[in-house]
Structure formats: C-alpha cells, structure tokens
Nanobody, 121 residues
Framework: QVQLVESGGGLVQPGGSLTLSCAASGSIGSIYLMAWHRQALGLQRELVAGIATGGSTDYADAVKGRFTISRDYAKNTVYLQMNNLKPEDTAVYYC???????????????WGQGTQVTVSS
C-alpha cells in the first residue's frame, strides 16, 4: 500500500509564493514519475508540472517561469515552488505518483487527498 500526503496549501495574496510538498510512503519499490495536478471549481483537473526519475520536467504553459517542481529522492518527496501567484492559480492541488510497490511488477497511479491553494487579496 502506497500513500501520498500533501501539505503547504493556504491563502496567499497575488504576487506571493507558496511551496507544496508531497511525501510518498508505504511499501514503495520504485517511483517512475511524480506530478502535481490542480482542479479549479467547475473545471476539469489539469496537469501543472511533472518530474520523471531521470530528472526531466514538464510544465503547463500557464505556470512556466513561475512554478518549479523538484524531488528529493531519498525522502520520496516532491515539491512545487509557486512564485508570482495569480488569482487564476486558485484550485485544489493534487499530488500524483506513478509508483511500483515493493516486490511488485508494474506501476500504479496514486493520488493524494488534495490541498487548497487560494490566491486572493
């Protein structure tokens, strides 16, 4: 069993910064990919940023230059540094991991419970 636990959401003013963290725990074999998605009220969930095992990253156009995803391999933790936040960044942010269990073949998709980010003055 693998769990993803997010932290770091909250209320911030436009132009401010927040850092989200997501720690994977449990019976982990290997992690192929970790990513952040977000879902604003009334909209579909969308990919924000992802980081693969080799360190390659990908970002949604809307956050390029403002958000940075990073990973601590030893702690099985992924971070999302968010700078110059805008009201349109307001959403529930979800951590996602493509992870194989210990002594298990193949990878499965795991999701955290989500953390609210609100950008408002």
């Amino acid at each position: 069993q693998v769990q993803l636990v997010e932290s770091g959401g909250g209320l911030v003013q436009p132009g401010g910064s927040l850092t989200l963290s997501c720690a994977a725990s449990g019976s982990i074999g290997s992690i192929y990919l970790m990513a952040w998605h977000r879902q604003a009220l009334g909209l579909q969930r969308e990919l924000v940023a992802g980081i693969a095992t080799g360190g390659s990253t990908d970002y949604a156009d809307a956050v390029k230059g403002r958000f940075t995803i990073s990973r601590d391999y030893a702690k099985n933790t992924v971070y999302l540094q968010m700078n110059n936040l805008k009201p349109e960044d307001t959403a529930v942010y979800y951590c996602n991991g493509v992870i194989s269990g210990y002594n298990q073949a193949g990878y499965s998709d795991y999701w955290g419970q989500g953390t609210q980010v609100t950008v408002s003055s």
